[in-house]
């Protein structure tokens, strides 16, 4: 699924992902969710080795949830690693950016879980800016 590139994309991505998994949110309605998440979670990751997540932004926080709460803002690192603790999933992202891979997880590990269900998306810099768009897999092979 290759949402719109208008600022959305990983909340678009990550909402139709959700919904293979019975969780229904639009992409407005998800982003309002990893708001009040950031807003209630100050250390993201897990317990022992995770850090605050306003340490990872240039900003003041308040700022940064103002700006992540607007539609069409583009969401980041920060937005993936809530939304994998929030609904309690692994996010692996291809990205087209020196052909890397990166796992987000809800206890901060690196590492593929079956303990988790796994969504995947795919990353592509556009300029300046960033897209992502779901990628399948075949979850019974």
Known sequence: MDPIGNGNCQFGSVSYHL???????????????????????????????????WNSILEQPRNYL???????????????????????MQILIVSTRNSATTLISPDGSSCLSSRYPLIILGHCPEGADEHYVALGYNRHV
């Open 66 to 88: 103002s700006r992540m709460s607007t539609e069409y803002e583009y969401g980041d690192q920060i937005t993936l690693q809530a939304m994998s603790q929030q609904y309690n």
């Open 19 to 53: 919904r293979q998994y019975g969780i229904h949110r639009s992409e407005e309605t998800l982003r309002q969710d990893v708001e009040t998440f950031l807003r209630q979670t100050p250390v993201l990751g897990n317990r022992i080795c995770g850090a605050n997540w």
